[in-house]
Each structure stands twice: as C-alpha cells, then as structure tokens.
T-cell receptor
C-alpha cells in the first residue's frame, strides 16, 4: 500500500523554541495532506488541510500563526510549531491522499511525539 | 467541538472470542465510514470501510455493520487474537470547504487476554 513517513518520530524541545515536523508520501503524489493532533487517551483532531502549492485551511480554534503548514511539493508537507509551549506537547499525525487508491482514502503516517519542556 | 475524554471505553475479551465495537456517528449527511486500529505510539491503520449505500461489509475476520436510521456503526472481529489489542476508532467522512475531511469518534480500547 501507499506509504507515508514522518520525521522526526519524536522530539523534545525547550519552551519558546520552534519545531518542524515533516510528512512525506514515499511512493505516490499527495495532492492533499492533513495534519492531526492527538492528546493522550483522546481521538485524532484535524488541525488543517493543505493542498500542494496553496495555503492551508485551518480548523476552527487552530492558530494558523502558531502552526505553520507548508505543502511545497507533491510529496512533502511540513508543520512548524512556533514558540512551542508545554501545552503543545502531543502526538502529531499526518495523512495524505493523492494518485494512489481511491480519492477518499487517506494514508496515515506513523506520527511524531512532541514533548515541550 | 469534540468532547474531551480522559478515559477510553474499554472492551476486554478472551482470545478466541468474537468482539463487537460500537460507534455512534454524528452527521446524517456522511456517506463514507472507516474503522481504524491504532496501536500505542503509532498512526492509525485502515481496517475496513463502508459506504452509506451498504449496510454490511466483510473483510478478513472483520465485519462492519452500518445502521443509518440510528446513525450507528459497529465493527465485529471474529476469533479475536492478542494482536488485535489496540484502540479502535470509527471515522466518518464529511465534505467541507471542498475537501473530504475525516471526523474521528472517541475510540474504544480492545484488550485481548490469552
């Protein structure tokens, strides 16, 4: 099946620093990528949707200036958590749809664990 | 917004039993539903899906049932194995701003004892 990778798999940073998370589609072109956040023992919450070459669409309550999303190519989207604080500690998961499988099928990455000290 | 839950519902079964995990979805306009399995520290893994024009779909050891009248979805796992232990999420697809967005349910933890 289609493969989506994320890097890094986990990151620890100090409060106030910025962290970049990469999401790559390895064997297909991803026209749309989604970013989710998951707190412990909770469900996945969609943060934003991005199309290659255009601005991301953020869900209500998600600060676009804090969570910068760049979908610069058909195989790469990045999420930058700016001025991270302990409350941003979470599991961040991306997914992608594209030219593999059905249009509605989202392929999920393995997630990135962020811990802000 | 989504309700905040500190405790996932848990279903405990013995190895070899059949498991049934239930889900109530929210949007009567949703027409595509998916079950995902999520192991600790990993991303969701696709299990099975169903469209709203069907009420039952079978896969290998899994069956999904859809009752649109009461907006209910269930996942049946036959002959449950310890490797099935994970958190299971249902997800519904709604259309918004031109993109297909997935809305996830709260999840159920399945614990399989050998």
């Amino acid at each position: 099946g289609a493969v989506v990778s994320q890097h890094p798999s986990w990151v620890i940073c100090k409060s106030g620093t910025s962290v970049k998370i990469e999401c790559r589609s390895l064997d297909f072109q991803a026209t749309t990528m989604f970013w989710y956040r998951q707190f412990p023992k909770q469900s996945l919450m969609l943060m934003a949707t991005s199309n290659e070459g255009s601005k991301a669409t953020y869900e209500q309550g998600v600060e676009k200036d804090k969570f910068l999303i760049n979908h610069a190519s058909l195989t790469l989207s990045t999420l930058t958590v700016t001025s991270a604080h302990p409350e941003d500690s979470s599991f961040y998961i991306c997914s992608a749809i594209g030219d593999r499988g059905r249009q509605e099928t989202q392929y999920f990455g393995p997630g990135t664990r962020l811990l802000v000290l | 917004g989504e309700s905040v839950g500190l405790h996932l519902p848990t279903l405990s079964v013995q190895e070899g039993d059949n498991s049934i995990i239930n889900c109530a979805y929210s949007n009567s306009a949703s027409d595509y539903f998916i079950w995902y399995k999520q192991e600790s520290g990993k991303g969701p893994q696709f299990i099975i899906d169903i469209r709203s024009n069907m009420d039952k779909r079978q896969g290998q050891r899994v069956t999904v049932l859809l009752n649109k009248t009461v907006k209910h979805l269930s996942l049946q796992i036959a002959a449950t194995q310890p490797g099935d232990s994970a958190v299971y999420f249902c997800a519904e697809m709604g259309v918004g701003t031109g993109f297909q967005k997935l809305v996830f349910g709260t999840g159920t933890r399945l614990l399989v004892s050998p």
